[in-house]
């Protein structure tokens, strides 16, 4: 399995342009995640998914958008980019059931960041 | 989900435990703690996680206080390698959140 994958590794926008962030993963995983990391600081939560066609706002959802139209991907949406929204994302994903039993608590799976510079 | 506070920075010399302390002081009965550390600016890894029974795996123990109010992750015999940022996070249903961890820095 190549885990959680994610692309582009850096980009630098200009201010109000737009992108979009790809996430991919291939562990068949119901829950994923997008996470943004600002310098020195902790990870803040974006937008989760517990499935497909299901989306839900974390701690930081102004300025971005997500979908999951599948299983495996789970795109954010960058609209109209700013400074602010400089940072580092990163994109995990868990398991609602493994082997077949639904699982109450799994660890996050990530992926490696993507760096974006807004200017 | 619960609030969990962590000191900022600790040090610890190469080959001794490394004790990182973690306070959730309002954690529920049914959140989980989980540890997870990040090395330089890659994606975080999980190291453990529990209720409140003590856990070991092959990373490391977490030891969780009777009230559950706060718990201790160690590194028996921490490396260069395991110079990192510690999360502790409480977690129950769909959401995990990260406060600013505790910045790890081992000593040869």
New interface residues.
């Given amino acids: 399995n190549a885990g959680v994958t994610q692309t582009p590794k850096f980009r630098i926008l200009k201010i109000g342009q737009s992108m979009t962030l790809q996430c991919t993963q291939d562990m068949n995983h119901n829950y994923m995640y997008w996470y943004r990391q600002d310098p020195g600081m902790g990870l803040k939560l974006i937008y989760y998914s517990v499935g497909a066609g299901i989306t839900d706002k974390g701690e930081v959802p102004n300025g971005y958008n997500v979908s999951r139209s599948t299983t495996e991907d789970f795109p954010l949406r960058l609209e109209l980019a700013a400074p602010s929204q400089t940072s580092v994302y990163f994109c995990a994903s868990s398991p609602l059931y493994r082997g077949g039993l639904r699982v109450v608590n799994s660890p996050l799976h990530f992926g490696n960041g993507t760096r974006l510079t807004v200017t | 989900d619960a609030k969990t506070t962590q000191p900022p920075s600790m040090d610890c010399a190469e080959g001794r435990a490394a004790n990182l302390p973690c306070n959730h002081s309002t954690i529920s009965g049914n959140e989980?703690v989980?540890w997870?550390r990040q090395i330089h600016?890659?994606?975080?890894?999980?190291i453990i996680?529990g209720?409140k029974n003590n856990e070991t795996n092959e990373m490391a123990s977490l030891i969780i206080t009777e009230d559950r109010k706060s718990s201790t992750l160690i590194l028996p015999h921490a490396t260069l390698r395991d110079t990192a940022v510690y999360?502790c996070i409480s977690?129950?249903g769909?959401?995990?959140?990260?406060?600013?961890?505790t910045s790890l820095t081992v000593i040869p």
């Fill in positions: 989980y989980y997870y600016s890659q994606g975080p890894q999980y996680h209720l999360y977690h129950t769909n959401q995990f959140y990260f406060g600013t961890g």
